[in-house]
Each structure stands twice: as C-alpha cells, then as structure tokens.
C-alpha cells in the first residue's frame, strides 16, 4: 500500500507548462484510464498495452502535464538530489568538474546541491552534515582534507565518490589522478627543450596534488642528472598573484634559471605577467609550463604549454560512478592519465 500512495503522490504533484494544475485525475480522464495506470506508466512500472501508453502520452502531452521529479524520487525513496563538496566554487578548475557533474546527473533526473569546503576538515565536516540534512542520496567529494576515515563513515550513510586520492570501502568509490606523472612531464618536457636550470612554482604543501607534483619535478631533473636546487623552488597559493610574487621571489635572489615550471595554470599566468613586470619575455628570456590546461591557458600570451587535466571528465566520471553505486553497481570508472600540451610558451636552447 505503501508504494501505491507514493505513486499516487508522483501524478498528483504535477503541473502544465504555462504554470497552471494538472492533476492526474484529468490526465487520467482524458486518456480513458485509471489514475493508478497513468501513475504507474509515468514512474515506469506499469505493464500495459501500447494503446493505453501511447493514450496516456498522448494526454500528457495534450495537457502539457509535468511531473513533480521530488514527488518521483520520494516514491523510489529517493529525493534526487546529489551533494557535492567542492573547495572552491569560483576557481576554473572546480567549476569545470561542477560542470561535469551537473551535466551528468542530468539525464538520470538527479540535481547537484554545491557547497564549499575551502580546504578545511571541519568546514567540510559540517558541509557534509547539512547535505545529509538535506537527505541527498549521494555525495561527491572534490579532494578535500577530509581523513579517509571520516568519508569511510560517510559512505555507511549513502554512497560516497571521492576524487584525488585512492582509498577503497564500501558503499566508497575513489578517482585519482596521477600528479607525480604529470609533474613529470612537464619538467622533463623542459629539459629535452635543454633547459637545466628550472624553477618550479610549488603549490600548497597541505595539498595532496601540489607535494606530487614536487616528487614529479624533482623525479624528472633526478633521471636527468639534474641536481635539485631547493632555492629554486618557491611557494605559492595556486593563485595568479602568487604567481607574480614567486617570480618577485625568484628575481630577488642571484640563483639563475631559464624557466619555470609552475604547478597549476593559474600561477603560471601570474608568472609570465611578472616576468613581464622584470622586462622578461616568454618564452625568448624564461620558458613556462603550467599545469592543469584550463581554457584560460589557450588564450594566454604567449598560448600556454601546460599539462592536461580532465577537470570536467573527472566531474562528469564521478557522477556516473554515483549513478552506478545508487544502482547497486560496482563503478568501473578511470581517470585517463596526465598528457603534455605544446603550445608557444617554451623554447629550445642552442646547444
């Protein structure tokens, strides 16, 4: 009896598309069928002739009749909706996977309700309480400084994706990335150009992605013989004023370098505008390489070589591996590897 209410619920809370009321007894009407029936074909359970169907659709579209998406997923048990934990709303890496996440869940009916955890556990600890609060059926958590522990408690509630690290439970699906790779690249992509002096623009330490991209630097300038200089390494915010000042940073000591390896787009941009203030160019002066091939990075001057990071696939992926856990499904979903982009902002150096 239980579900028979709630399906009739689903009909009931309907609408015409010019903002007037439907209710399921008048598409019922019209189409010479049982409200049950409309109900039940409208929430896809109902076994009926395709003359009835193609009536009740017929209705339906004839009415302009809507049905009530919140009224449907409570008849499931379901309110669908997904939260997500992003760090930042306005930065144009987050965005681009908000983008992804929102266009995927799309289709299945969900909507994503967003809310920041600005890098901080207990920030994203209550983030993650009003969501349940809200009654979502999943969450999604964009890295973050949550312990695995607490997403592992999470995910005995509803079902969890977490990206940028690796840890595995159940009712928890992870996808990582692999920095250190895409470190690598980049630096190694400087060296072949016969660059040995590299500054790299590190990130924020407490970041997971920023210390691999470190090991991923130091890697390539180790397999090269290139002995690391820490004075070359300065800290930045993944930010472009931090860009700015790290080249302040750079300028004001007597260590020489012919270019900058920075790790995200955002700094690297800020880097060349303060090469720029010092009256050097990229890349006749300082070769530049960013990392994360936001759209941004395309239509910096000099266009920008960069390594790509599937920002709006690693949104889209872990939406559908959300989709797929709420299924009872085991996600298959993987992260396609770091790959370098050539553009205009690094020269070879005369042997």
């Known amino acids: 009896m239980k579900n028979k209410a709630a ?14 009321v439907v209710t399921i007894e008048r598409v019922a009407e019209e189409a010479g069928v049982s409200p049950s029936t409309v109900s039940r074909i409208l929430n896809g359970t109902a076994v ?17 009749f809507v049905p009530n998406p919140m009224a449907r997923g409570l008849a499931g048990g379901r309110t669908l909706s997904i ?8 930065s144009p890496f987050y965005g681009a996977s908000l983008s992804g996440i929102e266009t995927a869940l799309d289709p299945a009916g969900y909507s994503p309700l967003f809310v920041s955890g600005h890098w901080d556990a207990v920030t994203e600890s209550r983030c993650i309480d009003i969501l349940l609060s809200r009654r979502v059926d999943g ?6 400084r949550l312990t695995d522990a607490a997403l592992k408690n999470v995910a005995k509630r509803v079902p969890v994706v977490v990206t940028g690290r690796s840890v595995k439970a159940p009712g928890l699906f992870s996808l990582n990335f692999d920095n250190t790779e895409g470190g690598r690249l980049a ?12 500054a790299f623009i590190a990130g924020d330490p407490r970041h997971p992605d920023a210390t691999q991209r470190l090991s991923g630097y130091r890697t390539a300038l180790e397999r090269a013989g290139i002995a690391f200089k820490p004075e070359l390494v300065v800290q930045g915010e993944y930010n472009e004023a ?15 370098f012919t270019a900058i390896f920075a790790a995200n787009d955002q700094m690297a941009i800020g880097a060349a505008h303060g090469l720029h203030r010092h009256a050097l160019r990229v890349p006749e002066d300082v070769s530049l390489v960013g990392f ?28 559908q ?31």
């Open 187 to 198: 630096t190694r992509h400087l060296i072949d150009c016969g660059h040995r002096k590299i």
């Open 292 to 319: 994360d091939d936001l759209p941004t990075s395309l239509y910096a001057w000099p266009p920008l070589t960069t390594v790509h990071q599937p920002a709006y696939e690693m949104g889209s992926l872990a939406a």
């Open 48 to 64: 009926v002739s395709a003359v009835k169907k193609a009536a009740v659709d017929q209705a339906v579209a004839k009415l302009g």
């Open 139 to 144: 969450i999604i958590v964009l890295t973050g």
């Open 7 to 20: 399906g009739g619920a689903v009909a009931r809370a309907g609408s015409r598309k010019d903002g007037g």
């Open 321 to 351: 591996a959300l989709l797929q856990l709420l299924d009872g499904v085991k996600p298959t979903q993987m992260v396609p590897p770091p790959r370098l982009i050539v553009r205009d902002s690094c020269r070879t150096l005369k042997s």
């Open 83 to 90: 939260g997500v934990v992003t760090q930042a709303i306005d």
């Open 242 to 256: 931090s860009g700015v000042e790290a080249v302040a940073t750079l300028m004001a000591t007597p260590h020489k």
